[in-house]
């Protein structure tokens, strides 16, 4: 699907079966020769790099606003859009959303019917938002009426947790209906979250998902990453959510201020370029 993430890049066949396994632990297991190859290394690392300046640019902008954003990140129908139409009720906090999908403005038409700015970006073919398509968003939000922009990704496991797309921190979605599973099949995803929230918990009861084991799984993988389990259904269990947001505000508020910071040697205007 995508042409620069690498997740383009095919297995070959012969090398799923048992009879040609290089795996000296499971035959069942074969990596991807292509990423093993130094040009194309080469020219993932490029990329990479490019979007890691555009992504700091994007942050230079937020910090200059004094805006705290945060990449909203999960499998495709996990409640991102659902949570992000719900929490105004319950925050005093202005936010504004970008929105990422392949195709339709159906996700910010949602939030717009709620009063809550957004802008749509579609990626075409693209499995993921990139640094370079947020800045370019970034030109159609106004950024002096809001507290927090929210960046919601497209829905995909995978490589949204490769890019940097300038926020300040990472939030992932895993769902009930996703089993608890998700967390060791999708490792880069949950090492990069510094919150994990686990959606349509009302559910839990009908499905086979086990808090416990999802709290051990991402433990191992992320000892700092705060869990908690939500609800639009229960409308109290949001409180935790805009609590932890707005605490997360006033550490990059607080940090932004503090003496000797680059960022205070920046140009303040925080103007687009």
Known sequence: MCQDCGCSITRHDHLLTSGHSHSKTDDNIASNPQLNDKTTLSVIHKILDKNDIEA?????????????????MSSPGSGKTTLLEHLYQHTQQKYAVIEGDLETSRD?????????????????????????????????????????????????????????????????????????????????????????????????????????????????????????????KQPESLLQVTDWLLTQCQIHSNSIKAPNNPITDKDKSGALA
């Open 56 to 72: 700091q640019h994007n942050r230079d902008h937020f910090n200059a606003k004094g805006i705290t954003a945060f990449n909203l």
């Open 108 to 232: 910010a038409d949602r939030l717009k019917a709620k009063g809550i700015p957004a802008y749509q970006i579609q990626t075409g073919a693209a499995c993921h938002l990139d640094a370079f398509m947020v800045h370019s968003a970034l030109h159609h939000i106004d950024l002096d009426s809001i507290d927090i922009c929210f960046v919601e990704n497209v829905g995909n496991l995978v490589c949204p947790a490769s890019y940097d797309v300038g926020t300040h921190k990472n939030i992932v979605l895993l769902s009930v209906p996703e089993g608890d599973d998700k967390i060791e099949k999708y490792p880069v995803m949950f090492r990069r979250a510094d919150l994990v929230l686990v959606t349509k918990a009302d559910l839990i009861e009908h499905f086979d998902f086990s808090i416990e084991e999802a709290k051990a799984q991402l433990h191992k993988l992320n000892p700092n990453v705060e869990l908690m389990t939500v609800s639009v």
